[in-house]
């Protein structure tokens, strides 16, 4: 297990969380590059259903939902209001949707049950990118007077930041090819990814350039995807777990929103709330980190301060699957799952948004 | 504009400020309608309404979604609809707008067809628009059968049926 | 358990047709500076902050929270944005407000806004659904048909919905941030108003604007402010299906179940004669006497004639809108927030023009979508 000797500076003070609150249950959709059968709602049903069914409860057993997801994937707004349906919110039912990855839906549901204004909550996210161009559309992410009518699609934004990192002597091309390989693999023992393979990295890096120095490994594969998560706090956590796996600490930051006024090869957000969740007062055996490009994966790993003995990714993390607007949820989902299998006993996730690692979320969990 | 390279600029007119910036935005999507919607769309093409039954609340939903809106499961039993209903409620539209395809002022009508528990947004015509009521009884008017598609395209609008109104006790749950 | 919440600033802007002298960028922070400034902070000072707006296609800029960062000061720090439909403006401030009552944050920034201006906002709810009926009607022709539901339920007499309109516009002339400002305004000049979707008239209709409202939440140990605080008495989401069997989309029980949660948790039984005023979402004119019984103002059927006699207006035993409402002013996403807003402004005493004298609690209600989403909240002078 690593340890943390250097936490980054800048380190705010913890906040330690007032009431326990749990992850009982996880559940996400098999991870496809399109699914042109099912609509959001018959692709969102069943996972529901896995969720609550995995812990043998009903809707009547949550106080609380919220998700995350865009309007611009689906290409018509409100499609948050449709998605509902999957649920049955009859009777009505405190709701709340955030426009961001599920992750943040997942915080803004912890925080009313830190408040005690819920008992339980269900958190899901759900996106399909393969409806129209994910780069034309991840593009109207910019500024809308000076970025966006240029047009820069999300996976150039991406190699700038690899470059730079690669200028600053921290990287390789190699080390990607080393970070997608090993992502494939892992990706092997895991039923719902999309980008699964038995392959060294040497091969990876005969592949040619997307945008220098980013080649196709490098990547995150276009996906449709869904997932959900059950929290609960008090009582019903120990209901529903005989182990439950607490959320030890929960934090989220933004940056600025220039790339020329970032230093692309750091994530101080990162860093920030991670510092704020506790993360850097045990070691975490296991890492679940939401890095759609290889190269973030190193940003983000220095910015947690992991060392090398932490599992990184078993799930094969976002370059084997990348359902954008739950794939931040997943890596909250899938951390606690090694903590529940009794594969690790502390562990980290993060999620990210945003051009170039923007903002970022930090979730820690702890078993019994 | 800058007098000399490197000297203080100097705006030589008022140009006044710049109020807009206009940045055209096009995407394109695929449209996916799913396993519920597509049967409902292929009963379109086939000239008839078909709707989907939720197994827990029996409540029949045209055009269902996928999933029961009140219990949260999939509707999978097919009905198919009658060709009749009754205006539950309606508005004259009178507001010229971008896009819109027929001449104003038409009638906007909630349709319940018989034998659903959801009505749905039509389009009323062969009826002066102030002779329109709660509870007038319509009927779908298709286009030809030849141009019948999985599309709701496929219904022209809804017409009187010459039947009596429907009493109100009759549809007032689903006003 | 849950931490006390109050407001301790509020700003707005001038909400108007286009704000063509200001960015997405400017529009938000007008808000924000002043609803800081109005709380004697800085910048620094605010430890989070909640951004709400309706779709993102009605300005083509997607997430946009990710670019107005900067410009709301919220490098390093916590940054969420809420999209519940209409709702949205009230939701978002209910986010902020449990970011408090959880005790994670001390001061907390929330914002909401629309620049419809930017883009088409009719064009951007109307985007054409393949296989569907090649059938427009805008969002005045979805809800004129329950307004039509109405009067034949309530039997109420067709000059309500003017009296509606008429008095939120008189309503407007006290508040100097309104985007409507018509002194001629009278019930005749409601009626030879263009018919849009009949029932309902040009002049019964909300207008179109660009325009941001803010506030700052504080936790009891970190009030300030040039005004006494607003305390949070109680606050409530409810969301029902959109569209489902049997539905009652003149008085949905998402709205009755919200404001029994929201007067439960302030210990109102009868909210005429308890709380001093209310800003209720009413963006068509007959949506005043249907929420007046939604809310639990009266008996079903009763609402009208709390219209009718004048209860509502400015003057009356219940003012409802003394901002001048969303018939007044309608920057979608900050429409919600703009009623919570108003209410916290009344009880802290600084309406000014439309202060309601001795106001000490008040009910902010936001409504969106079809009717399905709500969010509410009962703010105070006193300490709960």
């Known amino acids: 297990m690593s340890s943390p000797e250097n936490p980054p500076s800048g380190s705010a003070p913890r906040r330690r969380p007032v009431r326990p609150v749990s992850i009982a249950s996880f559940a996400q959709a098999r991870n496809v590059r399109q699914d042109d059968h099912h609509n959001e709602v018959e692709m969102l049903m069943p996972v529901i259903a896995e969720a609550f069914g995995s812990i043998s409860i009903t809707k009547d057993d949550v106080d609380f939902i919220c998700s995350g997801s865009t309007d611009y994937l689906i290409g018509g707004p409100f499609s948050f209001v449709m998605a509902l349906d999957a649920v049955g919110v009859w009777p009505p039912r405190a709701e709340s949707h955030v426009e961001m990855d599920a992750a943040w839906a997942l915080y803004e549901a912890w925080v009313l049950l830190q408040e005690g204004a819920a008992d339980a909550a269900l958190v899901y996210g759900f996106g399909r990118s393969?409806?129209?161009?994910?780069?034309?559309?991840?593009?109207?992410?910019?500024?809308?007077?000076?970025?966006?009518?240029?047009?820069?699609?999300?996976?150039?934004?991406?190699?700038?930041?690899?470059?730079?990192?690669?200028?600053?002597?921290?990287?390789?091309?190699?080390?990607?090819?080393?970070?997608?390989?090993?992502?494939?693999?892992?990706?092997?023992?895991?039923?719902?990814?999309?980008?699964?393979?038995?392959?060294?990295?040497?091969?990876?890096?005969?592949?040619?350039?997307?945008?220098?120095?980013?080649?196709?490994?490098?990547?995150?594969?276009?996906?449709?995807?869904?997932?959900?998560?059950?929290?609960?706090?008090?009582?019903?956590?120990?209901?529903?777990?005989?182990?439950?796996?607490?959320?030890?600490?929960?934090?989220?930051?933004?940056e600025t929103h220039s790339l020329g006024a970032r230093d692309l090869t750091v994530s101080p957000s990162t860093s920030t709330a991670a510092a704020r969740a506790g993360l850097f007062e045990a070691p975490v055996d296991v890492a679940e980190i939401h890095a759609p490009y290889a190269h973030q994966e190193l940003i983000v790993k220095e910015a947690l301060a992991l060392g090398d003995s932490v599992v990184i990714n078993p799930s094969g993390g976002a370059l084997a699957a990348n359902p954008i607007m739950s794939a931040g949820l997943i890596r909250v989902g899938e951390a606690a799952a090694r903590i529940a299998s009794g594969e690790a006993h502390r562990a980290v996730a993060h999620a990210t948004s945003g051009p170039c690692l923007q903002q970022n979320l930090v979730c820690v969990m702890e078993g019994a | 504009m800058a007098d000399e390279p490197g000297g203080p600029s100097t705006v030589t007119e008022d140009r006044g400020p710049?109020?807009?910036?206009?940045?055209?935005?096009?995407?394109?999507?695929?449209?996916?309608?799913?396993?519920?919607?597509?049967?409902?769309?292929?009963?379109?093409?086939?000239?008839?309404?078909?709707?989907?039954?939720?197994?827990?609340?029996?409540?029949?939903?045209?055009?269902?979604?996928?999933?029961?809106?009140?219990?949260?499961?999939?509707?999978?039993?097919?009905?198919?609809?009658?060709?009749?209903?009754?205006?539950?409620?309606?508005?004259?539209?009178?507001?010229?707008?971008?896009?819109?395809?027929?001449?104003?002022?038409?009638?906007?009508?909630q349709v319940l067809l018989d034998g659903a528990n959801l009505s749905f947004m039509g389009l009323i015509q062969e009826v002066p628009t102030d002779q329109i009521r709660m509870g007038m009884r319509v009927e779908a008017v298709w286009v030809d059968r030849e141009e019948l598609s999985p599309s709701l395209a496929s219904v022209r609008y809804f017409r009187p049926n010459g039947e009596a109104d429907a009493d109100y006790e009759t549809f007032k749950e689903y006003l | 358990m849950a931490e006390r919440c109050a407001v301790i600033g509020v700003g707005q802007t001038h909400h108007k047709a286009k704000r063509e002298d200001v960015s997405i960028a400017g529009l938000v922070r007008e808000a924000a500076a002043m609803a800081v400034a109005d709380a004697e902070l800085g910048w620094p000072d605010i430890d989070a902050v909640v951004i709400g707006k309706a779709p993102d296609m009605f300005e083509g800029n997607m997430m946009p929270e990710l670019y107005l960062a900067p410009a709301l000061g919220a490098v390093g720090k916590p940054m969420i944005r809420v999209h519940t439909a209409g709702s949205v403006g009230g939701s978002t401030a209910i986010v902020a407000a449990h970011l408090v009552a959880s005790g994670i944050h001390k001061r907390v920034l929330t914002v909401a806004y629309e620049k419809q201006s930017d883009s088409d906002a009719m064009w951007a709810l109307s985007v054409p659904q393949p296989f569907a009926a090649p059938l427009l009607a805008g969002a005045g022709g979805y809800f004129a048909p329950h307004i039509r539901a109405y009067m034949r339920r309530s039997g109420a007499p067709d000059h309500i919905?003017?009296?509606?309109?008429?008095?939120?516009?008189?309503?407007?002339?006290?508040?100097?941030?309104?985007?409507?400002?018509?002194?001629?305004?009278?019930?005749?000049?409601?009626?030879?108003?263009?018919?849009?979707?009949?029932?309902?008239?040009?002049?019964?209709?909300c207008p179109s604007s660009d325009g941001a409202a803010a506030m700052v939440l504080a936790a009891e140990d970190a009030v300030?402010?040039?005004?006494?605080?607003?305390?949070?008495?109680?606050?409530?989401?409810?969301?029902?299906?959109?569209?489902?069997?049997?539905?009652?989309?003149?008085?949905?029980?998402?709205?009755?179940?919200?404001?029994?949660?929201?007067?439960?948790?302030?210990?109102?039984?009868?909210?005429?004669?308890?709380?001093?005023?209310?800003?209720?979402?009413?963006?068509?004119?007959?949506?005043?006497?249907?929420?007046?019984?939604?809310?639990?103002?009266?008996?079903?059927?009763?609402?009208?004639?709390?219209?009718e006699a004048g209860a509502t207006a400015f003057e009356g035993d219940i003012p409802w809108n003394t901002s001048g409402g969303v018939l007044s002013s309608n920057p979608i996403g900050a429409s919600g927030m703009l009623r919570f807003l108003e209410v916290a402004m009344q009880v802290r005493g600084q309406a000014g023009e439309h202060q309601v004298d001795g106001a000490r609690l008040a009910l902010g209600q936001a409504y969106g979508g079809g009717s399905q989403f709500f969010s509410m909240w009962v703010v105070g002078a006193d300490r709960p």
């Not at chain 1, 700038?160 to 892992?186: P, V």
Request: hydrophobic share 45%; proline share 8%; with cysteine.
């Open chain 3, 224 to 307: 300030s402010g040039r005004f006494p605080p607003a305390w949070v008495h109680g606050l409530a989401m409810r969301s029902e299906p959109t569209m489902f069997a049997g539905r009652d989309q003149v008085n949905p029980r998402a709205g009755r179940d919200c404001s029994a949660d929201v007067y439960s948790q302030a210990g109102i039984t009868d909210p005429r004669s308890q709380l001093d005023v209310a800003e209720v979402y009413v963006p068509f004119s007959w949506y005043e006497p249907m929420w007046l019984e939604n809310l639990g103002f009266c008996e079903l059927g009763e609402g009208w004639k709390l219209t």
């Open chain 1, 130 to 254: 393969s409806l129209g161009d994910l780069n034309e559309i991840l593009a109207l992410q910019l500024d809308p007077y000076y970025l966006a009518p240029l047009w820069p699609d999300p996976v150039s934004l991406a190699a700038l930041q690899a470059r730079a990192l690669i200028d600053a002597g921290r990287a390789t091309e190699a080390d990607f090819a080393a970070i997608a390989a090993r992502s494939r693999k892992d990706a092997l023992s895991n039923p719902n990814a999309q980008v699964a393979k038995d392959v060294v990295a040497s091969t990876l890096m005969e592949e040619a350039y997307v945008v220098s120095p980013l080649r196709r490994h490098a990547l995150p594969p276009i996906t449709d995807g869904a997932a959900a998560i059950v929290l609960a706090a008090g009582e019903k956590a120990h209901q529903w777990s005989d182990d439950p796996v607490w959320i030890t600490g929960f934090d989220h930051r933004i």
């Open chain 2, 18 to 109: 710049v109020t807009t910036l206009a940045t055209p935005i096009r995407l394109d999507f695929n449209f996916t309608p799913g396993v519920a919607q597509s049967r409902f769309l292929m009963g379109l093409a086939d000239g008839k309404f078909m709707g989907q039954r939720c197994s827990v609340c029996s409540k029949v939903y045209v055009p269902s979604r996928g999933s029961c809106p009140t219990d949260g499961v999939p509707t999978i039993e097919d009905v198919e609809l009658a060709n009749v209903g009754t205006i539950t409620t309606y508005c004259v539209v009178n507001v010229p707008f971008a896009g819109q395809s027929i001449e104003i002022p038409y009638i906007c009508a």
């Open chain 3, 161 to 205: 919905g003017r009296m509606v309109a008429v008095k939120d516009r008189q309503n407007a002339l006290r508040n100097p941030f309104a985007h409507l400002h018509l002194p001629d305004i009278s019930m005749e000049m409601v009626e030879e108003s263009m018919m849009l979707w009949d029932p309902l008239r040009y002049l019964e209709a």
